[in-house]
């Protein structure tokens, strides 16, 4: 495996002199390519500003991101729209990301129109065909799709431009269990499936543990441990780890025994 993202020693203060707070404090991590990565933390621990500040949406404070070997830190202009195509997002709530006035089908005809016409059109059914979607979706509007249905479409605008890394954000926190499941399941398939390198955004270490490769711990802005995921969850090293894992009942058993999914929501 080779890493296809770095991040450096990457800090993001906001505010100014007493005011000032650092939401991430000299965070390194690496992500491999072909696999999950989570990064799991409660509110405020520094995780979203992560995705933001790898997805080029905000400025880093200090430190330095590479992908695929370049420096990526402070990309402008039409450099910045070019690495947008490689690096794609997923966010918490789907329903803000249509025009409700839109159909699905014009919603989707921007990415089409990026990557040409012939082309869109055979990647536009490609995409929908993964996330378990067909052609009929095209012609319904917002209220009309369940919430996962509505995230199955985000993923699939996603998947047309074919990225490089894939960065889902809180992508099923806003969904009921038995949707949460189906869109982890949806993104383990694009590893598996496309091989895809995914970055995965939650404050659930059930979640993170069913999908992810690798989980990095986030808390008060800082990565308090990193590892591999089943390293994490049978000898974590932190107090805050063990505090996360503690909320999951059963989550030791059931991850070997392909029921983690019933596990999911912390009680």
């Not at 990064?39 to 405020?44: A, C, L, N, R, T």
């Not at 917002?142 to 490089?164: D, T």
């Not at 969850?233 to 999951?248: C, G, K, S, W």
């Amino acid at each position: 495996m080779s890493a296809i993202y770095a991040a450096e020693h990457i800090t993001k203060t906001f505010g100014h002199g007493k005011n000032q707070v650092q939401a991430v404090k000299d965070v390194s991590f690496a992500l491999e390519e072909g696999q999950v990565t989570t990064i799991v933390g409660e509110s405020g621990s520094g995780k979203s500003t992560i995705a933001r500040m790898v997805l080029g949406l905000m400025p880093i404070t200090s430190g330095k991101l590479i992908f695929q070997g370049k420096d990526v830190t402070h990309l402008r202009g039409r450099a910045r729209t070019e690495y947008w195509r490689d690096v794609q997002a997923v966010f918490q709530d789907p329903f803000s990301s249509f025009n409700q006035f839109f159909t699905v089908g014009k919603l989707l005809a921007r990415s089409m129109r990026l990557v040409g016409r012939e082309a869109g059109q055979k990647r536009l059914e490609d995409a929908l065909g993964y996330v378990g979607m067909d052609l009929s979706v095209l012609e319904r509007y917002p209220h009309q799709l369940s919430g996962g249905q509505r995230q199955r479409v985000m993923i699939a605008r996603a998947l047309m431009m074919q990225p490089k890394l894939l960065i889902a954000d809180e992508a099923t926190s806003m969904l009921d269990a038995s949707l949460r499941v189906n869109i982890l399941n949806v993104l383990k398939d694009l590893r598996d499936g496309l091989g895809m390198t995914v970055l995965f955004i939650t404050h659930d270490i059930g979640q993170a543990c069913y999908l992810a490769d690798r989980v990095l711990v986030m808390e008060h802005g800082v990565m308090v441990e990193q590892g591999k995921t089943d390293e994490v969850i049978f000898n974590p090293q932190h107090e805050y780890t063990r505090r996360l894992l503690a909320d999951v009942p059963k989550l030791h058993e059931a991850i070997h025994l392909e029921e983690l999914h019933e596990t999911l929501e912390p009680r």
